[in-house]
């Protein structure tokens, strides 16, 4: 029996060593192409692991997602993907028809027998339940505005005359001639060769990926040939790799 459409995909066959916080910010990276992702869930519990939801806002996303990504070799893995066969907690919210889960009944706790005068310790047994995870829009980072520059006098400082306000204009980037090389910036500090790969890769002629040491915010991709170069370009302009950073890809210097 087919699972019907929902705005939950389930994906297993995950790379197990991949650390759970870079896991979802890949995932992120990758999902967020097909639109807007309410949550993502993934955690490293022996039940658990190698496994993942990702939660989309529209019914649609989520099919363009499986359709699109079944398969796809992540962390060198083909991620194996199929409809939730329920609604995620968020998504039952938005419907009106979440249903608050019955708490377990604690057992009546047996007072532990002294030993030399001490009592022993109760161990609190919590575990987070699945549909709990923190949203994958928090891992965004900001980047800071730059610094102003002071002005100061060795003397005295001249009293400032009041004049009419002028707007801060930022220098335009000159449009460079097409190139098999792109030139990508506005990249958020998590960024990674892995993350900027699986956005890549999916694009014909796509050859590799460098990152510039010391700089996280820039990288270059490099294609086959000019026109699938301009392709990639097009498509992931202005693509978020993080909800608060933009990327900007231009086509590198000849």
């Known amino acids: ?5 929902n705005h939950t995909i389930y994906i297993n066959n995950l ?23 309410l949550d993502i869930v993934a955690m490293k519990t022996l039940k658990m692991r190698g496994q993942a939801f990702v939660i989309f ?3 649609n996303s989520g099919t363009n997602a499986l359709r ?5 070799p992540f962390y060198d893995k083909p991620m194996r993907i199929t409809y939730s ?4 907690d968020v998504i039952a919210k938005m419907k009106g028809t979440f249903v608050e889960r019955p708490k377990k009944k604690k057992l009546p706790e047996v007072e532990a027998p002294q030993v030399g005068g001490k009592k022993k310790k109760k161990q609190d047994t919590k575990q987070a339940r699945p549909g709990q995870a923190a949203s994958a829009a928090a891992n965004g980072v900001t980047i800071p505005p730059a610094p102003m520059m002071a002005q100061a006098n060795s003397a005295q400082v001249a009293p400032v005359q009041p004049g009419p306000p002028t707007a801060a204009v930022p220098a335009a980037i000159p449009e460079q001639p097409p190139h098999h090389i ?4 506005n990249l958020p500090e998590e960024t990674n060769e892995m993350m900027l790969s699986m956005l890549f890769n999916q694009f014909p002629g ?31 302009q202005g693509f978020k790799i993080t909800p608060t950073n933009a990327m900007k890809i231009s086509f590198a210097k000849k």
Do not use: W
């Not at 029996?1 to 459409?5: A, E, F, K, T």
């Not at 066969?85 to 995620?88: C, E, H, I, N, T």
């Not at 590799?208 to 392709?231: C, M, S």
């Open 57 to 59: 806002k529209d019914i």
């Open 85 to 88: 066969k329920r609604d995620s």
């Open 206 to 236: 796509f050859k590799e990926v460098r990152l510039v040491p010391g700089r996280h915010d820039i990288a270059f991709v490099e294609f086959e040939n000019e026109a699938q170069a301009g392709a990639a370009k097009d498509a992931l």
């Open 15 to 37: 790379n197990e060593k991949i650390k759970k916080d870079e896991l979802k910010k890949s995932l992120y990276a990758i999902f967020s192409q097909f639109g807007q992702i």
């Open 182 to 185: 792109l030139f990508l910036t």
């Open 68 to 72: 699109s990504m079944q398969g796809f």
């Open 1 to 5: 029996m087919d699972i019907r459409p």
